[in-house]
């Protein structure tokens, strides 16, 4: 149980264009939804907090007209990069907290897209 | 500050016992997470703790003392599939996972 998905898992696309991802709970509902970003041999950055159909809560430092995310459906967020530059290449996860079990704060991760920008 | 404290690389031998242990500093707490994290992958959860003593799940077990502010995570009976990082997490009283860069565990047969 508690199975999160993403998609797609790897996308390469040239500078200036727009990518979005999606997560989603497979087998729960998640109220709550986490996007975070990990480069190589760093530990995981929040870039935002998700709660079904509100605005999402940014870090200090994330920009959110470049990182805009959508989370309609207690099943669904979505995150798109916007005007992506080589920069914003990285490993962007998603969590959803599923507040019915192992205590209810438990994050269950997505398995992560890989973003290649040319 | 928020602060975590956890050997940076850790070798074991396939078949043998490791403990994985973290102290930690949070504004405020909620519980402490245990992750694992293969190389290139998404972390996946192994444990939660939110009172004092040990936990047991199979193979791992996590234990907690929230007034020293510490933690380790047993790793037993350890198999080549567990080389991977591992993740303290502690929960601040934001509610919010702080990520450190965790312990690389290296299994040799």
């Known amino acids: 149980g508690a199975v999160v998905s993403q998609h797609p898992s790897r996308v390469i696309c040239k500078s200036g264009t727009s990518v979005k991802i999606e997560c989603r709970s497979l087998d729960f509902q998640a109220t709550t939804m986490f996007w975070y970003r990990q480069f190589p041999k760093q530990s995981l950055m929040l870039m935002a907090t998700?709660?079904?159909?509100?605005?999402?809560?940014?870090e200090q430092g994330v920009e959110k007209d470049k990182f805009l995310i959508n989370h309609a459906s207690l099943t669904l967020s979505t995150l798109t990069v916007t005007s992506a530059h080589p920069e914003d290449s990285s490993f962007y996860i998603c969590?959803?907290?599923?507040?019915?079990?192992?205590?209810?704060?438990?994050?269950?991760f997505g398995p992560g897209t890989r973003l290649l920008v040319l | 500050g928020q602060n975590i404290d956890q050997p940076t690389e850790m070798t074991a031998t396939e078949g043998a016992i490791v403990q994985i242990n973290c102290t930690y500093q949070t504004s405020g707490f909620n519980g402490l997470f245990w992750y694992q994290q293969h190389a290139g992958e998404a972390p996946t959860f192994l444990s939660y703790n939110v009172l004092d003593g040990l936990e047991e799940k199979g193979r791992f077990s996590s234990f907690l003392s929230r007034s020293k502010g510490y933690s380790y995570l047993l790793l037993k009976e350890l198999q080549m599939k567990d080389s991977a990082s591992y993740l303290c997490?502690?929960?601040?009283?934001?509610?919010?996972?702080?990520w450190g860069a965790g312990t690389k565990l290296i299994i040799k047969p």
């Open positions: 969590s959803a907290r599923d507040g019915q079990r192992d205590g209810g704060e438990t994050q269950y």
């Open positions: 998700s709660n079904e159909g509100s605005k999402a809560t940014y």
């Open positions: 997490v502690p929960l601040d009283s934001n509610y919010q996972l702080i």
